[in-house]
């Protein structure tokens, strides 16, 4: 990992001075700030694989807590910046201007699951995989699952407004945040939207959290709905001859069927899982569907061979084949989930991009990657949720070959041009953060860019909050002269 160039200003931002550690460290508690260098090493990373140090980590305990930290960092100012879990995979929780990491973790209390109104209110440190498996043990289901689930957090799935495989019939995190509990830059705690089914009362500041990336607000409890668990489930591979016959099949499912999942692995991504599928497939198979149907226990059976019969008419399919167990179900997901970091058996560091396409231009899309494969001699591979056209596209590098990182990243813009012009968006999922913020003036346009930055502006005039994401910072922020 490549560490942070220390400018003179970052320098003084991680000699955090005394006096604030003190005041803090009453706030909060002696051993909730650490400032160890070896410790703060941990709190630096993210899923990108880039390192900046902060200038102490503190771990708060409540929501009051977090305002009155919050009222230290704009009285003094000094950059805060909310940490989940660090699996972000666009460099959202890295502190790029120091000063002070907060991380969730002791917030981690499910509050209420309320099984009659279907709901329930969580503190953002709260695991997503445990939130699911709580509302499972109330007969209740939430479908957002990041692939992520098992260690990425709810507050960073709302910051992020992370989907997962299942978006595809459930929707996103958007899609289920009722209502938020978040502190203010300047310390001032706010609660945006209802518990309610419905609510139209003043502006929907609940979807402009969502979403925001640490950059307006920090989220300190949440409010979810529910849904009633489906009865049955079963998973269907499908494998095929080529990466376009895989992908001009998703249109054609998704007229006659509504999938829960509807995923897809290049042959690249396929050869790196290869070991942990539960059965051999052919050689000649180029391209994988996995696709998944939900509902009552008497109707999943029944879709399933429609299903099957439908993809026997169409034309590039090698085999298609039924999950017999759950034991096999969990074993195609757990390789499906094990290919983000298997990549790095191809090369040490990765561009994660997460491109969306109209779905009927999947096809046009994977043929891109193939050609800048091609044509660039990069090493890129292509997965994720199809049924969204939302396609996980990796560059593969080796940053300390210079001559690697200008390819990749000629790949990077190549792509994310072709995206625009296929009707696309630059993020699915993963946000903007650090790595996509030069490349927001290519999707939106001036008016609207200039729109963001005042609402970012309205919310945190110092540009305290997790400064430098988002929108390309400014050369110096007020908290960068004043610590
Ligand atoms: C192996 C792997 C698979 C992944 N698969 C998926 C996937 O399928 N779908 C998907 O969407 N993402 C996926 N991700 C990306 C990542 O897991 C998600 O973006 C997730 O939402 C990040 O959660 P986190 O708790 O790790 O947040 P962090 O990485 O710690 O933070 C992410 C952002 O949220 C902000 N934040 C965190 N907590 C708060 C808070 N309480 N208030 C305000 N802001 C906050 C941070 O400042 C940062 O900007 C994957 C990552 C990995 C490593």
């Given at each position: 990992?490549k560490?942070?160039?220390?400018t ?7 000699e955090?001075?005394k ?20 410790e ?12 900046y140090?902060p ?27 909310p940490?989940?879990?660090g699996?972000g995979?666009?460099?959202?929780a ?8 907060m ?5 981690n209390?499910i ?20 939130l ?8 209740l ?8 689930l098992?260690f990425c ?6 910051a992020?407004c992370?989907?997962?495989p299942?978006?595809?019939?459930y929707g ?6 009722l ?12 609660h945006?939207?209802?518990?309610t ?20 607000a920090?989220i ?8 009633p668990?489906p ?5 269907l ?15 054609g ?6 999938p829960?999942?509807l995923e897809?692995m290049?042959?690249t991504?396929?050869?790196i899982?290869r070991?942990?599928?539960p ?6 198979a180029?391209?994988l ?12 059976p029944?879709?399933i ?14 085999m298609?084949?039924k999950?017999?167990?759950p ?9 499906r ?12 560091h990765?561009?994660?991009e997460?491109?969306v ?11 891109c990657?193939?050609?800048?494969n ?5 090493v ?6 199809a049924?969204?056209?939302?396609i ?5 590098l ?8 200008i ?31 030069a490349y ?11 729109l963001?930055?005042q ?10 909050l997790?400064p430098?994401?988002?929108?390309p910072?400014?050369?110096?922020t007020?908290?960068e002269?004043n610590?």
């Open positions: 990992m560490p942070a160039k220390k003179p200003a970052l320098r003084k931002l991680l955090m001075n006096k604030t550690i003190r005041e803090l460290r009453k706030i909060v508690g002696q051993d909730q700030v650490i400032t160890a260098p070896e703060l090493s941990c709190y630096s990373y993210d899923g990108t694989g880039q390192e140090p200038a102490a980590v503190i771990f708060p305990g409540s929501s009051e807590e977090i305002c009155r930290i919050m009222q230290m960092a704009s009285a003094t100012p000094f950059p805060v910046v940490r989940g879990a699996t995979m666009t460099g959202g890295l502190p790029v201007a120091g000063g002070l990491v991380v969730m973790s002791r917030l209390r509050l209420e699951i309320d099984q009659d109104n279907q709901l329930a209110v969580v503190e953002p440190g709260v695991i997503t995989g445990a699911r498996l709580a509302a499972e043990r109330h007969g289901y939430y479908p957002p699952d990041p692939a992520s098992h957090t709810m507050g960073g799935n709302v992020e992370a989907g997962g299942s978006a595809v019939k996103v995190t958007r899609d289920y945040v209502g938020l509990e978040a502190v203010l830059p300047d310390g001032r705690l706010i945006t939207g209802v518990r089914a419905k609510g139209v009362v003043g502006y929907d500041l609940t979807r402009l959290l969502v979403g925001s990336e640490g950059t307006l920090i300190t409890r949440i409010t979810v709905k529910l849904l668990a009865e049955a489930r079963s998973t591979l499908v494998l095929c001859r080529g990466m376009a016959e895989a992908t001009s099949l998703v249109t499912i998704l007229a006659h069927h509504t829960c999942t897809y290049d042959r991504a396929l050869a899982v070991d942990k599928l059965f051999p497939f052919p050689q000649e180029e391209a569907l996995l696709v998944e149907l939900d509902g009552q226990k008497e109707t999943v029944l879709a061979r429609q299903l099957t019969e439908f993809l026997q008419t169409r034309p590039g399919i090698i298609s084949r999950a017999e167990s034991v096999e179900a969990q074993q195609l997901w757990a390789a989930r094990a290919i983000s970091p298997a990549a790095f058996s191809l090369k040490p990765k561009m994660s997460d491109v396409v109209p779905r009927s231009r999947l096809p046009q899309l994977v043929s990657t193939e050609a800048l091609r044509e660039l001699g990069v890129i591979f292509t997965f994720g949720h049924g969204d056209g939302n996980h596209v990796n560059i593969m080796d940053r300390s070959v210079p001559q690697e990182v390819q990749a990243e000629t790949a990077k813009q190549l792509l994310f041009t072709e995206v625009l012009r296929l009707g696309g968006t630059l993020s699915g999922e993963h946000g903007i953060g650090l790595t996509k913020a927001l003036p290519m999707e939106l346009d001036q008016p609207t860019l200039a963001m930055r609402i970012k502006n309205l919310f945190d005039p110092d540009n305290i997790n430098g994401k988002i929108f910072a400014p050369a110096q007020a908290a002269k610590i």
